[in-house]
């Protein structure tokens, strides 16, 4: 097998790292920088220029290749269509979650293919393994980062066993703060560097301001569950189930005790209206079920419906324990222990097997 791997580089010291650690380890290194996003990049928020700057100061240090690679066409066509029309319909998307599987680790892993590499790596926090022995010999496991605090496992369950297999992650192992402290001592330039936040395309920018762009809005009403009409909306695409602020009705009085917050608790598409409840705790914000729709697995196939299982149905998130209540094509309903706060459309529900990320789907309304 050929000792090329390819690393894809962002700018950040995660990344950064993942290339040391790799040409350190004796392998063929070439360092590619993925261009996603075209639009608007001389944007004051778009930090696409620097990034790359920073890419190839770092390959200057570590003494390794650097290519750069427009994927813009492939990124609007893959990912950002279906988190428009997800907005549009509603919901909301992760948009992190579709391009591991379609950019970074299909168009890109495409790519370093090509190049006569055999696998790729990034900068995620999370592991791979293979299955030595046993009925599942040969199989590749997802397995979370032991910084749990940044594991990315979650972004990644998406993967086939295919793209898995040809992946690397030299950071499974490290803690953040040693990323940075090997970073501190290499002379990489971006061993300071803030980590980027949100979403790619978006960037530091108010996200308002750029759906704006891209999405009609139509104003409505914003009603409490008992009907009472407390606002309008400025379009329902513009807020997310379990959101307290920028709702505009900070002044009106909730219907539970004095002061507690408003909260979006639901979305009526038919009539164009904004439902929000009082109170963090309101019974509305609590499901102890929630349906998936769109599954993937990881893992290679679906799980055993008697298995113990956790599962986030957000980022950040502790796993809670689930079982599969039913699971028929591609659906599937799971049962909580405890109730799931803010489960919101569009959003992944991502199943776990102790540290075994087995993949997941689309949380349904």
């Known amino acids: 097998m050929s000792n090329k791997i390819v690393v894809g580089l962002s700018?950040?010291?995660?990344?950064?790292?993942?290339?040391?650690?790799?040409?350190?380890?004796?392998?063929?290194?070439?360092?590619?920088?993925?261009?996603?996003?075209e639009d608007?990049?001389?944007?004051?928020y778009c930090s696409t220029r620097q990034d790359l700057i920073d890419c190839a100061a770092v390959a200057d240090v570590i003494g390794i290749e650097l290519e750069a690679v427009n994927f813009a066409?492939?990124?609007?066509?893959?990912?950002?269509?279906?988190?428009l029309a997800e907005y549009q319909a509603g919901r909301t998307p992760n948009p992190d979650v579709l391009c591991n599987a379609e950019i970074k680790f299909k168009a890109f892993l495409d790519h370093a293919l090509a190049l006569g590499a055999a696998r790729i790596a990034t900068?995620?926090?999370?592991?791979?393994?293979?299955?030595?022995?046993?009925?599942?010999?040969?199989?590749?496991?997802?397995?979370?980062?032991a910084d749990k605090g940044?594991?990315?496992?979650?972004?990644?369950?998406?993967?086939s066993q295919s793209q898995l297999s040809r992946a690397m992650f030299p950071l499974a192992q490290m803690q953040k703060t040693e990323v940075r402290g090997i970073a501190r001592e290499a002379g990489l330039p971006v061993h300071a560097k803030k980590d980027s936040t949100g979403i790619c395309f978006i960037g530091e920018r108010p996200f308002r301001e750029f759906l704006n762009r891209y999405l009609p809005h139509t104003p409505g009403p914003i009603r409490t569950p008992e009907g009472r009409l407390i606002g309008e909306h400025v379009?329902?695409?513009f807020y997310t189930i379990g959101q307290r602020k920028g709702i505009g009705i900070g002044g009106v009085k909730g219907g539970g005790a004095e002061g507690e917050a408003w909260y979006v608790a639901g979305k009526d598409m038919a009539k164009n209206e904004l439902v929000v409840v009082s109170g963090h705790d309101h019974p509305l914000l609590q499901s102890m079920s929630l349906r998936v729709a769109d599954l993937s697995w990881v893992s290679g196939s679906a799980p055993d419906t008697a298995c113990a299982l956790a599962a986030k149905t957000r980022y950040r998130q502790s796993d809670s324990p689930c079982r599969i209540v039913r699971m028929e094509g591609d659906l599937l309903e799971l049962g909580f222990e405890q109730p799931q706060w803010a489960v919101?459309?569009?959003?992944?529900?991502?199943l776990y097997q102790g540290q075994v990320c087995l993949g997941g789907g689309v949380i349904q309304a």
Do not use: C, I
């Open 11 to 37: 700018g950040g010291v995660d990344s950064a790292v993942a290339a040391l650690l790799l040409k350190r380890a004796g392998y063929e290194v070439v360092g590619l920088f993925m261009k996603n996003w």
């Open 40 to 44: 608007d990049d001389d944007d004051a």
């Open 73 to 83: 066409a492939e990124y609007k066509e893959r990912v950002f269509s279906a988190f």
């Open 123 to 145: 900068g995620h926090y999370a592991g791979v393994r293979e299955v030595r022995e046993g009925p599942d010999a040969g199989r590749f496991e997802l397995l979370k980062a």
């Open 150 to 159: 940044k594991d990315q496992s979650y972004f990644l369950h998406r993967l």
């Open 235 to 237: 379009g329902l695409a």
């Open 344 to 350: 919101t459309p569009g959003q992944s529900a991502v």
